[in-house]
């Protein structure tokens, strides 16, 4: 939690990088404490981010999946929740790489399937949508590919894009994360999973379930420092 889902919360190489730059052109006193204010101003990071730092970190470690684009950097508003996919990164090594889509809730909810998992904001509904409608992939495919031309992700890029167009924009990864302070329950995904192995022709589907030891309400504070 204070390691890589911090350092990825915070961008931290991107934030280090800015600092250098911005102090490299802040010649006078003035600009110095106004560079100053800029670089504290940043609000402490909320739940769901802390949620969203969890699963890119956790998908990353268990399958090496890439993410070339922290989505912190496009918000114009602080703590601004951007619209589209929690998770849009890149699956497997070229020539196999896929594009991944996915969503992420946290959830200390005690029933099982928790709340978030239903209705039309619910985990289940997200992924139905991720799957079925191709202008929330078109607008996902344009934001991946604007970050990732001219970069060292340009060739898993195209790999992952050649995949998806050959196969009708079927040959995805969705993810679905649930992240939960609750004692672990096959019930929290059995239904939902049930229903996507009914699906005659799916994108390769994965749901995973996350619990953690601690609970939601104290992630900010173990990420920044104040619980151990």
């Not at 399958?63 to 990164?89: H, I, Q, Y």
């Not at 672990?184 to 994108?203: I, S």
Request: glycine share 8%.
């Amino acid at each position: 939690m204070r390691g890589p889902v911090k350092n990825r919360v915070s961008d931290a190489d991107f934030e280090r990088q800015l600092t250098a730059d911005l102090e490299g052109l802040a010649s006078t006193q003035m600009a110095s404490e106004t560079l100053r204010q800029v670089l504290s101003a940043s609000p402490a990071p909320l739940d769901w981010e802390i949620g969203e730092a969890i699963a890119e970190c956790l998908l990353e470690d268990e399958f090496g999946v890439t993410w070339p684009w922290n989505e912190n950097r496009d918000r114009k508003t602080p703590r601004a929740s951007l619209p589209g996919a929690d998770l849009v990164g890149l699956f497997g090594d070229e020539p196999n790489a896929r594009l991944l889509f996915g969503e992420v809730k946290a959830s200390s909810d005690q029933s099982r399937p928790p709340g978030v998992m239903g209705g039309r904001s619910g985990l289940a509904h997200q992924i139905d949508t991720l799957a079925s409608s191709p202008r929330i992939q078109a607008s996902l495919v344009r934001w991946l590919y604007a970050r990732c031309k001219n970069t060292t992700h340009w060739p898993r890029f195209q790999a992952a894009c050649a995949r998806y167009l050959q196969s009708g924009g079927t040959d995805i990864v969705l993810v679905g994360t649930l992240l939960r302070d609750t004692i672990p329950h096959e019930d929290d995904l059995r239904t939902r999973g049930a229903a996507l192995a009914t699906l005659a022709q799916p994108p390769n589907v994965r749901l995973d379930a996350w619990y953690a030891p601690r609970p939601i309400a104290e992630w900010v504070s173990i990420v920044m420092g104040g619980t151990s």
